[in-house]
Structure formats: structure tokens, C-alpha cells
């Protein structure tokens, strides 16, 4: 579940890919996290935290719109996206608050795609080892509920989560948002991200798709690894 094959970044903070996809490297605490610094073994984790087939709701079920901030270990300062839900579960939209960059994520087609709200051109890519996001569960992970609590004035429950890769704790609605998620990677960056504002309102169709006057841009291959470019 590395984070670095599955970019997920602060989208055209640049003209480099590169460095659009740098800021959320140093988040990959909230894709692969783990408790204690280090990968768990089976004897210390599997009985303690695994509970085979209960888990969270994986995907919302509703239209939802969410502002999260992230607080990430070596950044002094907290970074805060909007995140839109399509009640289907299977797209989202990431919109940084701060720079005119905006990621869509197309579950099914397991693709992803940076825009650029200024210069109306758009990057889309496949990750090849699968799309991974903070805000994706799956039954790969491994699941024990714990107590319910508010985060953004809206009831969650907590969840010992763990992975092949590490443990984290996340807190997700019934209708499947994942509204905190706290955890160490396997190299030891820890990370945090916690919803602010919920909203739950209809959302157009438009809002995970590609506008029509924006135009493709190629990435040179040999500055992202790990992805296939797309169109």
C-alpha cells in the first residue's frame, strides 16, 4: 500500500509533476499508517486488532461536501483541502484551498486527475500498483470497532485499522466519511487529518468530471514512478 505508488498531491503547486505530487508524500501516514514506527508482525497485532468480517462502511453513501485539515510531521503549519463525495462512493474531488489545484479521483477506472483552475489544463495518470487515498477503506484492511465520538459536530465511530503495511486509528460515519485519521508510516512520518465542516447537499454530475474547455498536458514519464499517464 506504499503511498509512492499511488500519488495523491498538492496538484500543480508547479509547473513540475514532481512537485505536484510533493505534498502529499510527506502524508503518506494517512494511506499507510502504523501505531508505533514499525510494521507489526502477526503475533503482535493480528489477534489484538483483526476482527474478520466487521468493518466500516467503505465508501459514502451520500453527496457529501467536507473541508479537512492535515496536520503533517516536519510541516509547521496545517494544510486544508475540500474534499466532495459522490454519494455513489466511487469518485471524489480534492480542491486545495490554498492553490489553484484540483485532483479527481475515478475509483472504478482507477485513475486519477490533476486540473489546473487557472491555466484550464488537466494530467491524468493510473497509478500501477492500484489508487490508494486517505479517504478510500477496503477490505484489504483489517478492522476493530471502537467508541463513537464528534468530530465537526457529527456523530463517527473509531476504528483500530490495520494493514499489511502498519495500524491507524480512524474515525468513520455510518454513511461511510471518514471524518480523522491518525497514524505513523512505515518510515516513521506521522500524520493527521480531521474534518472541520461537514455538508451533505445534492452534488452535479460536473463536479467529477472534466470541464470541456480544459486541455490534456503530458507529464515526462521519468518524473513520476510508479503511475501510467492517461487520458
Same mark, same amino acid.
Given at each position: 500500500?506504499?503511498?509512492?505508488?499511488?500519488?495523491?498531491?498538492?496538484?500543480?503547486?508547479?509547473?513540475?509533476?514532481?512537485?505536484?505530487?510533493?505534498?502529499?508524500?510527506?502524508?503518506?501516514?494517512?494511506?499507510?499508517?502504523?501505531?508505533?514506527?514499525?510494521?507489526?508482525?502477526?503475533?503482535?497485532?493480528?489477534?489484538?486488532?483483526?476482527?474478520?468480517?466487521?468493518?466500516?462502511?467503505?465508501?459514502?453513501?451520500?453527496?457529501?461536501?467536507?473541508?479537512?485539515?492535515?496536520?503533517?510531521?516536519?510541516?509547521?503549519?496545517?494544510?486544508?483541502? @475540500?474534499?466532495?463525495?459522490?454519494?455513489? !462512493?466511487?469518485? *471524489?474531488?480534492? +480542491?486545495?484551498? $490554498?492553490?489553484? /489545484?484540483? &485532483?479527481?479521483?475515478?475509483?472504478?477506472?482507477?485513475?486519477?486527475?490533476?486540473?489546473?483552475?487557472?491555466?484550464?489544463?488537466?494530467?491524468?495518470?493510473?497509478?500501477?500498483?492500484?489508487?490508494?487515498?486517505?479517504?478510500?477503506?477496503?477490505?484489504?484492511?483489517?478492522?476493530?470497532?471502537?467508541?463513537?465520538?464528534?468530530?465537526?459536530?457529527?456523530?463517527?465511530?473509531?476504528?483500530?485499522?490495520?494493514?499489511?503495511?502498519?495500524?491507524? @486509528?480512524?474515525?468513520?460515519?455510518?454513511? !461511510?466519511?471518514? *471524518?480523522?485519521? +491518525?497514524?505513523? $508510516?512505515?518510515? /516513521?512520518? &506521522?500524520?493527521?487529518?480531521?474534518?472541520?465542516?461537514?455538508?451533505?447537499?445534492?452534488?452535479?454530475?460536473?463536479?467529477?468530471?472534466?470541464?470541456?474547455?480544459?486541455?490534456?498536458?503530458?507529464?515526462?514519464?521519468?518524473?513520476?514512478?510508479?503511475?501510467?499517464?492517461?487520458?
Amino acid at each position: 500500500m506504499a503511498f509512492r505508488n499511488a500519488p495523491f498531491g498538492k496538484v500543480f503547486c508547479c509547473a513540475s509533476a514532481l512537485c505536484t505530487l510533493f505534498y502529499f508524500s510527506s502524508a503518506q501516514a494517512l494511506i499507510i499508517p502504523n501505531a508505533n514506527g514499525e510494521v507489526p508482525t502477526k503475533e503482535a497485532s493480528e489477534e489484538e486488532v483483526w476482527m474478520p468480517g466487521v468493518h466500516p462502511t467503505l465508501s459514502p453513501s451520500k453527496d457529501a461536501e467536507v473541508v479537512y485539515r492535515f496536520h503533517v510531521q516536519g510541516k509547521p503549519e496545517p494544510h486544508e483541502v @475540500k474534499v466532495l463525495f459522490s454519494g455513489s !462512493g466511487d469518485k *471524489l474531488r480534492i +480542491e486545495q484551498l $490554498d492553490s489553484v /489545484g484540483i &485532483s479527481i479521483l475515478d475509483r472504478p477506472a482507477q485513475k486519477i486527475y490533476y486540473l489546473n483552475k487557472e491555466r484550464h489544463f488537466y494530467l491524468g495518470m493510473r497509478p500501477l500498483h492500484g489508487l490508494r487515498s486517505p479517504f478510500f477503506l477496503d477490505l484489504e484492511m483489517q478492522y476493530k470497532p471502537l467508541d463513537t465520538k464528534k468530530v465537526a459536530n457529527v456523530l463517527c465511530r473509531e476504528w483500530a485499522i490495520t494493514a499489511k503495511s502498519g495500524r491507524a @486509528k480512524a474515525c468513520v460515519t455510518d454513511d !461511510g466519511l471518514i *471524518l480523522q485519521q +491518525e497514524g505513523v $508510516d512505515a518510515e /516513521g512520518v &506521522s500524520g493527521k487529518l480531521e474534518a472541520i465542516s461537514v455538508s451533505y447537499h445534492a452534488l452535479p454530475a460536473s463536479s467529477f468530471e472534466i470541464p470541456i474547455n480544459y486541455h490534456n498536458i503530458h507529464a515526462p514519464k521519468a518524473e513520476i514512478p510508479g503511475v501510467e499517464e492517461k487520458h
